[in-house]
């Protein structure tokens, strides 16, 4: 059986990842800012908009989610 891992790295600003697909960049904070081209931690279910007080965790908890 083939395992799945993913690891979420948080970022505010564009930056280079290793290319690999394991690596899912999410944009932290992203409600009511322009995209960065990562995946946005306001989509679904999220806390994006306590992001001013949780910082990154609020990308954590989107992969939770």
């Not at 690891?7 to 999410?26: F, R």
């Not at 960065?36 to 910082?55: A, K, M, T, V, W």
Request: aromatic share 12%; hydrophobic share 35%.
């Amino acid at each position: 059986m083939k395992k799945l891992i993913k690891v979420i790295t948080a970022a505010h600003k564009p930056y280079t990842i290793p290319d690999d697909p394991m690596y899912l960049p999410v944009q932290v904070g992203a409600l009511g800012r322009d995209s960065i081209g990562f995946q946005r931690d306001d989509e679904g279910d999220n806390i994006s908009h306590l992001n001013p007080y949780y910082c990154e965790l609020t990308g954590l908890y989107w992969g939770w989610k």
